[in-house]
Every structure is written in C-alpha cells, then in structure tokens.
Nanobody, 126 residues
C-alpha cells in the first residue's frame, strides 16, 4: 500500500490550496485518515482527521473554519481544502492512514497511524 500526497505549493497569505492523498493497493479498504504537518524544528502535528465513512471529522483549533477534510472512497482519495492560508500554515504536509475493521472513529496521534505518504510542501508567504 502506498499513499501519494500532492497539491502543495507556494501561495500568498489569504490564498487557498487543495491537497490530495491517493491510496494505491488493495491491502485494506476501510481506513480512517489524517493530515499532519511539520514545520522546521517542530514536531509533527495533526491538522485534521476523518473516519473511514467520512461522517466524523476532527480539526486542530488553529485550522477550524479554514480547512476542510473530505474523502472519496470510490477513488481511494482523501482531500484537505485549505482556505485563508496564513504564514504559520507553512510546513510539510503528510497524509496518514490506518486500516480498521469498522467503526466510525478517527485517530489523532502520530503513533496511531502505520501508513504515511511522502509529504508535500506548503509555503505561505506574507
């Protein structure tokens, strides 16, 4: 199984970006997913998480009202729509997935996820 993150780039403050995380391989089909980010010299932090059904979501306080996590299970893809970007949103964004047998929950810790994408750089200029 591989996770391929894309959609990062350079944007001015106030702008928008849409990140995508495409899963390849059929080892598992049900998986909560999350988007994390890591700024230079800082720990990796959770930005948003979503249950495998898409019914439940979680957002870090710093991005509430600006970011939206969603998924299209038919395409095996998870998205992160980022609006009203700020310079402090700059960092490498990683998607993560963890297979489950069922349930409607999501995971919020780095240690909860066993599958990670390669990361995509997001730079917000002031």
């Amino acid at each position: 199984v591989q996770l391929q993150a894309s959609g990062g780039g350079l944007v001015q403050a106030g702008g928008s970006l849409r990140l995508s995380c495409a899963k390849s391989g059929r080892t598992f089909s049900r998986y909560p997913a999350g988007w994390f980010r890591q700024a230079p010299g800082k720990e990796r932090e959770l930005v948003a998480a979503i249950s495998w059904s898409g019914d439940n979501t979680y957002y870090a306080d710093s991005v509430k009202g600006r970011f939206t996590i969603s998924r299209d299970n038919a395409k095996d893809t998870v998205y992160l729509q980022m609006n009203s970007l700020k310079p402090e949103d700059t960092g490498v964004y990683y998607c993560a997935a963890q297979p489950v047998r069922g349930g409607s929950g999501y995971y919020t810790r780095v240690m909860d996820y066993n599958y990670w994408g390669q990361g995509t750089q997001v730079t917000v200029s002031s």
